[in-house]
């Protein structure tokens, strides 16, 4: 694959890219941030395959999703549910939203199936004690890093880190007031994922720096769930000036 190197811009405007004819799936789709990004993804008329470990459990919540999409539009996209394997292979561009613990095992079989595509990490390496949550080290710096090692053939952004799992669920709430951060090493890439951010109602994708800045913006996570669990809160980001 290519790699362009992405440019600055001092607009947030949504980049002219067409996403809506592409399939997004979604692994580790039966999680609450997968399962969530699918909920506005398909609001949005986006069509989703959700991928788990578990095909029957993935249907089960393809259904659901879908239900819940339909709640808010008479047009949603069309959603359906399979083996993480199956679902890499048939999506356009895949998000990865499994758990850290099993993020680069996950990943490491998936390489020739995910060969050539997009591939989006939204995963943070957070863990929590009697103290709260605080993020762990990982070797190539941050998980996006490790995902673009194990998938030498995709082009691997970061993003969707900070959108509360719950209000991506929360239809009842028509529009997220959030801003999404997208890193990494190729322009085209990164252009495509701002654009299908900005397909979420109220969500701007906001171009961060390349991938080695994706440690950063993996640990802020941490940061805004120790705000919300301070404030009971759902909190985002709004970058301004922009």
């Keep these: 694959m290519s790699i362009a190197p992405p440019g600055s811009s001092t607009s947030a405007d949504t980049p002219a890219v067409d996403v809506g004819t592409l399939t997004v799936g979604v692994l580790g789709g039966t999680g609450p941030q997968g399962r969530g990004l699918a909920v506005r993804l ?7 395959l959700l991928g788990s470990r578990d095909p029957d459990r993935a249907a089960e ?3 659901e999703v879908a239900t819940s999409a339909g709640t808010v ?8 549910g399979g083996s993480n394997t199956d679902v890499a292979g048939a999506a356009d561009l895949v ?12 990943l490491a ?30 070797p190539e710096g941050s998980v996006t ?30 529009s997220i007031d959030a ?32 991938l080695r800045n994706a440690r950063q913006v993996e640990a802020l996570t941490i940061n805004l769930v ?14 301004t000036d922009v």
């Design 226 to 239: 120790s705000v919300n669990r301070r404030y009971k809160a759902h909190a985002g980001i709004r970058v």
């Design 73 to 80: 539009t008479p047009r949603p996209g069309s959603v359906q």
């Design 145 to 174: 890093q490790q995902a673009a090692a194990l998938l030498p053939d995709s082009a691997v952004v970061g993003a969707f880190h900070h959108l509360s799992a719950t209000l991506l669920e929360d239809l009842s709430r028509s």
């Design 61 to 63: 919540v393809a259904t």
């Design 179 to 210: 801003d999404v951060l997208v890193v990494g090493d190729d322009r085209t890439a990164t252009e495509l994922v701002q654009a299908l951010a900005g397909r979420l109602p109220g969500v701007r994708g906001i171009y961060a720096g390349r």
């Design 109 to 138: 079989v998936l390489a020739s199936r995910l060969a050539g595509k997009v591939v989006v990490d939204c995963v943070v390496p957070m863990a929590f004690d009697e103290r709260g949550a605080y993020v762990l080290d990982v």
């Design 95 to 106: 998000v990865v939203a499994v758990p850290f613990a099993g993020h680069a095992a996950t």
């Design 42 to 48: 398909a609001a949005a008329g986006q069509r989703v």
